[in-house]
């Protein structure tokens, strides 16, 4: 803990973050309450170098109204896959105005690149990993570019993929922060029901996981919540996330 401490106070306003620095955040905050190390690191060792990616989806409510307990100011980044549900960009929209987000940032597909590789828009019916490249995981990239961390929504009960996942990792040279990698759904719904926070308009309809509209179908009982994600194909993670580590189920 001392050594955790020691390399903490090593981390001043010196990009990029390291894999010790990964591991001196999880020695310190691993088991604090959620509100408070957001509170904690918002307004300490990540303040002015984080953002807040979000899909808007049927749990991102939670996340983002911590967020903007803390501090409405911290950019929020979304990106539009120009494949999204109407009800997504909707809700996206109500709840940015809702929780007083000041800087949600929109980044959307290079149109230079989808003319090149997309032209028809149905990359996704035979190419669902290049389709994601192009119009969700090069948005981010480009999103991300100003940025020393971010912060990603991901749980660990959501799929195989993302089970023993840290509460802080390494992503491409940035410190990512997966605050609520310990909770599961109940913890989720009491807090929507304890702030009243809107859900997703899809979620009612079978959609406990919601991407883009092609690929996104609903969830039958008892199937695993991201299920309903690019039904058929051998893909459970669109390329922004990989397994975490010790994972039972293979990436694409």
Known sequence: MAEAARTLDRIDAAPPFTAADAAAFNARYTGMDTQAMLAELLAGPLRGRIAAVSSFGS???????????VDRDVPVIFTNTQKMFGETLAYRDAL???????????????????AEKDATGLRWSYDPDGCCALRKVEPLR????????WISGRKGFQAGTRAHLPLFEMDEGRLKLNPLAGWDKARLDAYFEAHELPRHPLEAQGYPSIGCAPCTSKVRPGEDPRAGRWRGWDKVECGIHRPAEGADQPSF
């Open 142 to 149: 480009r999103a991300l570019a100003p940025f020393d961390a």
């Open 96 to 114: 940015a105005e809702q929780l007083g987000f000041t800087d949600l940032r929109v980044f959307r597909p290079d149109p230079r690149m989808l």
């Open 59 to 69: 749990e991102s409510a939670v996340l983002l109204h911590m967020i903007a307990t």
